[in-house]
């Protein structure tokens, strides 16, 4: 009731495409295809993902909603629904809109309510008829908006490249016959969005660039891997290099290395990989090494659920690594935010001579939506160097804890000692010698406080007396419900979690605060509940590996205000 | 005489021990190698933990004391940071051929220009003399009270089936012999690796046997068939180079003739090509 109601009032441009398939059916480059329709449209889009950890087979889909004003997540009730096989018919049936159109594969689908088309007998005289299914979704689209076929041509090629003739013919072939079938067309508004769409994990890898990133050091695990692989194919004109080496262990402490070059390095990786960086991490702690974690959660514990999303690591992600030591945790909001908080970080992290974590998860590391940045915007790093040549000590006593930087070649000695050590950093174990040291580490800690006191550590959308605590991907879930249901409520978002802003956060707090997350045990509104003493109202979790359906969202978040 | 190679910490290895013999090795193979236009401002040092990684507290170079078992990997981000410095890796063996030997047995099959050299005494010493992965069958130790029931791993043909490209064994008591090998193993254009025979005169006491089986070798082994061979023997202990051949290295191929730290472009460069690359 509630969707239509907001639909009616608030967003009648919303429209959403939802295409299903099996893996390799080119699920995923279906819905590259409707996005990029949607930005010929100037339309603010977005675009999940939702697929399993296999290569052939099983059940994936794709969801990209639009509108004509910016929109935070995808919705799952679609005007037209793409079903290229029997699972995804009868998987998404209950995703169909009131007004919406479902299409489906006729091959595999006898006696199907909708728009039956042969896409299998229709593939079948093209050379890879298993793969080209997924231009269909494209075809849909353009016939049922009542696009011409020069439009999806243009379309077809750009996202198509590779047998592009087999695909324009099929797609043409498609084309044709929805037009003969449907009685009606879909109105699709022009919007006025000039952004492109992009990941999360895009955008994490453009602001490291923008940074000043050298070396960009992972393992792949999803669903950090789109890191490595951007920079690996997109690095060389940024100046970042990828290193893929044996294991995260490698990684982790190959990133360190690199750092004593003077190398600016970056690391990603999802909980797995990440627990077997605590060493490193800890290591980090010690040697005072500046290294940026990138960890993109994804449901756990152990292998847990590859390909789905969830904020079950949080507290893992607070305290990483063993033993006493200053480092800095930041959760991006949003892609955009994902851009400059990465380059935020890298500088902070030199800054400080600390390890820090972009805590983000497959959500926003996977999905798109449009944004725009401009580069120059972005925090460069800048650290502490030591003037002068000669006598030169690695861990100097300073005011604020922090030591100038030296890098080989060099002509006074520079030791980076994993042990306990002195200010030249040979190893000490002397009961002076440990106090002083972690005094001298435990200064940058408040001076990481004090930094993040003049910058913008929270971030507040909308108003009401409602509020509304979330963090990470699931603040796009929260702003969505919001923007779609018309429902009136303050947003609060940290984003940094340690330091914690809590000078920032307690001024929010109310008796009727809402905690929205996706954690089974809560993680989030504990930490809120143990740090600013906020007792909530009410706690909205999923933890399911689905990101929050925006509709179903509101009416918790609306259940949760009355 | 004043020694600028040494930072005049506490020495704390036990009088006799065979890490003083690679200390020493290691300070003449600096010297030599400064005669031969390698600076020591451009060596830089990782060590692992254990009785050898104490050679990071005595050496006056720069470097980093890593964790146990990871001193190889970050000798090659060091390298693969700054692929103009030259780093010398120390392991112990319980160290880089137990916890780290995947990180040795990688950086030797993607050839990284780095040495690694290996103060093996065939026990944990620091942590009071358990069997090590090379300690013989048999061996007593605090974990091992019967004798340990495994076999030991013979390191060198280990190296040679993994892809380095330069392999030799050295002999902590035959430090002039040992220098050399050092300065061969860093003048070398990729993965070196110098496992050392050393002696603890607590735990694993073996100057008599190694000075009566310890013998150099003539020549270098024209195959890597032949020095596997040469490894696996056990009568004598040949020490010299057992292989050796050029091939191109991790570091080049990953960066070309690119220097990660010195050819930054300009930040407003790299913004017009962040910004550019998004508009597409």
Redesign the interface.
């Given at each position: 009731m509630l969707y239509k109601s907001s639909r009616g009032v608030e967003d009648k441009g919303l429209f959403t495409v939802i295409i299903g398939g099996k893996a390799g059916q080119g699920v995923k480059k279906a819905g590259e295809a409707v996005s990029k329709y949607f930005l010929k449209k100037r339309r603010y889009a977005f675009e999940m993902d939702d697929y399993q950890s296999l290569i052939r087979g099983g059940h994936n889909f794709v969801s990209v909603s639009s509108s004509t004003h910016e929109i935070f997540s995808h919705h799952m009730k679609a005007e037209v629904l793409v079903n290229l096989d029997k699972r995804s018919y009868d998987t998404h049936r209950e995703h169909l809109a009131p007004e919406g159109m479902n299409f489906f594969n006729s091959d595999e689908v006898k006696d199907g309510r909708g728009i039956g088309i042969p896409l299998t007998e229709m593939s079948k005289e093209f050379k890879r008829p298993g793969l080209i299914l997924g231009v269909a979704g494209i075809s849909i689209l353009t016939a049922v908006t009542g696009e011409n076929k020069e439009f999806l041509r243009s379309l077809v090629e750009e996202i198509y490249p590779r047998g592009k003739q087999d695909n324009t013919e099929f797609s043409e072939m498609v084309y044709d016959d929805v037009v003969d079938k449907i009685d009606r067309t879909l109105e699709l508004k022009e919007g006025d969005c000039s952004d492109n769409m992009f990941t999360g994990n895009t955008s994490v890898a453009l602001g490291g660039a923008a940074a000043g990133l050298d070396l960009y050091f992972a393992y792949p695990m999803t669903p950090a891997s789109t890191i490595l692989h951007f920079y690996a194919s997109h690095g060389e004109k940024f100046g970042v290099t990828a290193v893929h080496p044996e294991s995260e262990i490698a990684v982790a402490n190959m990133a360190i290395g690199a750092t004593i070059a003077g190398a600016r390095s970056m690391v990603g990786t999802s909980g797995g990989g990440f627990a077997l960086m605590a060493e490193a991490f800890s290591l980090a702690g010690m040697i005072e090494s500046p290294v940026l974690f990138v960890l993109s959660s994804r449901p756990g514990p152990a292998t847990g659920a590859p390909t789905y999303t969830e904020q079950g690591d949080l507290g893992f992600a607070l305290h990483q690594g063993h033993g006493d030591f200053p480092r800095i945790v930041v959760s991006p909001g949003d892609m955009r935010e994902a851009f400059y908080l990465t380059a935020d970080m890298l500088s902070l992290v030199w800054k400080y001579q600390v390890p820090g974590i972009l805590l983000t998860e497959k959500h926003l590391s996977e999905s798109s939506m449009c944004m725009d940045v401009d580069p120059s915007g972005a925090s460069t790093v800048e650290p502490r160097m030591h003037e002068g040549s000669g006598e030169y000590n690695r861990y100097s006593f300073t005011d604020d804890g922090i030591s100038p930087l030296a890098f080989p070649p060099s002509q006074g000695i520079i030791k980076w000692n994993g042990e306990e050590h002195d200010p030249r950093g040979l190893t000490t174990s002397s009961a002076e010698g440990l106090a002083a040291m972690h005094e001298k580490r435990d200064k940058k800690r408040k001076a990481i406080c004090d930094d993040i006191r003049k910058r913008r550590s929270v971030n507040v959308y909308g108003s009401g007396e409602n509020v509304i605590f979330t963090y990470g991907s699931t603040t796009l879930s929260v702003r969505e419900a919001l923007r779609c249901s018309g429902i009136e409520a303050k947003v609060v978002q940290p984003i940094y979690l340690r330091p914690l802003p809590t000078w920032e956060l307690k001024k929010h707090v109310d008796d009727r605060s809402i905690v929205v997350e996706q954690s089974v045990a809560q993680q989030f509104s504990t930490l809120l509940e143990d740090k600013i003493g906020l007792e909530p109202k009410s706690v909205i979790k999923q933890y399911d590996g689905r990101p929050f359906e925006p509709v179903e969202l509101a009416e918790k978040i609306q259940e949760a205000i009355r | 005489m004043s020694d600028d190679l040494d930072?005049g910490?506490e020495k704390t290895w036990c009088t006799g021990c065979g890490n003083f013999g690679i200390l020493a090795s290691m300070k003449k193979a600096v010297k030599e190698l400064e005669e031969r236009d390698i600076?020591r401002?451009?060596l830089?040092i990782?060590t692992g933990?254990g009785c050898h990684g104490?050679i990071?507290?005595y050496l006056?170079?720069?470097?980093?004391?890593?964790?146990h078992g990871?001193e190889v990997?970050?000798?090659?981000?060091?390298?693969?940071?700054?692929p103009d410095?030259k780093i010398i890796a120390f392991g112990g063996d319980g160290d880089c051929y137990g916890e780290g030997l995947?990180?040795l047995l990688?950086a030797a099959k993607r050839n990284i220009d780095i040495t690694v050299i290996v103060h093996n005494n065939g026990a944990y010493a620091l942590t009071t003399g358990q069997a090590s992965p090379t300690s013989p069958k048999g061996f007593k130790g605090p974990a091992t009270p019967e004798g340990s029931v495994e076999p030991p791993i013979e390191p060198l043909g280990l190296l040679l089936s993994a892809g380095a490209t330069f392999v030799a064994r050295g002999y902590a008591g035959k430090v002039e012999h040992l220098s050399n090998l050092i300065v061969q193993a860093v003048e070398h254009p990729g993965f070196a690796h110098i496992d050392v025979l050393q002696p603890s005169v607590v735990f694993t006491d073996r100057y008599d046997e190694y000075n009566d089986k310890v013998e150099e070798l003539k020549e270098v082994k024209k195959t890597r068939m032949d020095a596997m061979e040469l490894a696996g023997i056990s009568d004598r202990l040949p020490v010299g180079v057992f292989y050796r051949e050029e091939k191109s290295t991790y570091d080049r191929e990953?960066?070309g003739e690119g220097n990660?730290?010195e050819?930054?472009?300009s930040?407003?460069k790299?913004?017009?090509?962040?910004?550019r690359?998004?508009?597409?």
């Open positions: - | 930072t910490a600076s401002d451009r830089v990782s933990i104490k990071f507290d006056n170079l720069s470097g980093i004391y890593s964790l990871r990997a970050s000798a090659q981000g060091i390298k693969l940071g700054n410095l995947a990180h990688f990953l960066l990660p730290v050819d930054r472009m930040d407003e790299r913004f017009e090509v962040i910004k690359s998004m508009e597409m």
